[in-house]
Nanobody
Framework: QVQLVESGGGLAQAGGSLRLSCAAS?????????????MAWFRQAPGKEREFVSA????????YYADSVKGRFAISRDNAKNTAYLQMNSLKPEDTAVYYC???????????????WGQGIQVTVSS
């Protein structure tokens, strides 16, 4: 029902920037759909559990961030393009992880156990 595809990952130097995109598709995102989805980003570093990074409500009016990225990362979305973004600035080596896009009809659920996940994309930050 919902497909999520991440792009924009890769290699960056510490202090640099990357912008991730998450393109959503499926019946739920069709122009005539009444469904609305909150979007989120998670990440999983090697040997660690997946952790919440950021989330945004359908309207874009409210955003949430993990303390570790607050002030450095910015989440946004373009509902006309069914795309969410994660602008990552001042990158640190500890930001190295596989980043996952997620979606759910509830903002309270998307930050914990979202229904839909992308396949993930690698972000590597070198020191």
């Amino acid at each position: 029902q919902v497909q999520l595809v991440e792009s924009g990952g890769g290699l960056a130097q510490a202090g640099g920037s990357l912008r991730l995109s998450c393109a959503a598709s499926g019946r739920a995102f069709a122009a005539d759909s009444v469904s609305t989805y909150a979007m989120a980003w998670f990440r999983q570093a090697p040997g660690k559990e997946r952790e919440f990074v950021s989330a945004i409500t359908y309207s874009g009016a409210t955003t949430y961030y993990a303390d570790s990225v607050k002030g450095r990362f910015a989440i946004s979305r373009d509902n006309a393009k069914n795309t969410a973004y994660l602008q990552m600035n001042s990158l640190k080596p500890e930001d190295t992880a596989v980043y996952y896009c997620a979606a759910d009809t509830s903002i309270s659920t998307v930050v914990k156990i979202p229904d839909y996940w992308g396949q993930g994309i690698q972000v590597t930050v070198s020191s």
